[in-house]
Nanobody, 124 residues
Framework: VQLQASGGGLVQAGGSLRLSCSCA??????????TAWFRQAPGKEREFVAA????????YYTDSVQGRFTISRDNAKNTVYLQMNSLKPEDTALYYC????????????????WGQGTQVTVSS
């Protein structure tokens, strides 16, 4: 399974960005149980941002982004999105997409597959 994240950038506080994560499974259909977005700021641990079940599309969010971020997926394109609105300087981090074949979890150790990070920087 290969994940490719993109869409990061520099934005002013209050602005928006949309991250994308393109997913592929060599030689088989990509069908995880869940995909997720995590983020890691300098000097901090990687933290859960949002997750979504692949089949049912049920979203989950950490409290700090509830109401501002929206996770979605396009099964036909094998792509997961994170729409980020009303961005704050504290949202600045390296954002990672992740996938797991068996379950949806809140911790980085719950996910077996990871993409490279995409940097999001929010200026005040």
């Amino acid at each position: 399974v290969q994940l490719q994240a993109s869409g990061g950038g520099l934005v002013q506080a209050g602005g928006s960005l949309r991250l994308s994560c393109s997913c592929a499974a060599s030689g088989r259909t990509f069908s995880p149980y869940a995909t997720a977005w995590f983020r890691q700021a300098p000097g901090k641990e990687r933290e859960f941002v949002a997750a979504i079940t692949w089949r049912g599309g049920v979203p989950y969010y950490t409290d700090s982004v509830q109401g501002r971020f929206t996770i979605s997926r396009d099964n036909a394109k094998n792509t997961v999105y994170l729409q980020m609105n009303s961005l704050k300087p504290e949202d600045t981090a390296l954002y990672y997409c992740a996938a797991d074949l068996r379950s949806l979890g809140w911790y980085a150790t719950d996910y077996d597959y990871w993409g490279q990070g995409t940097q999001v920087t929010v200026s005040s």
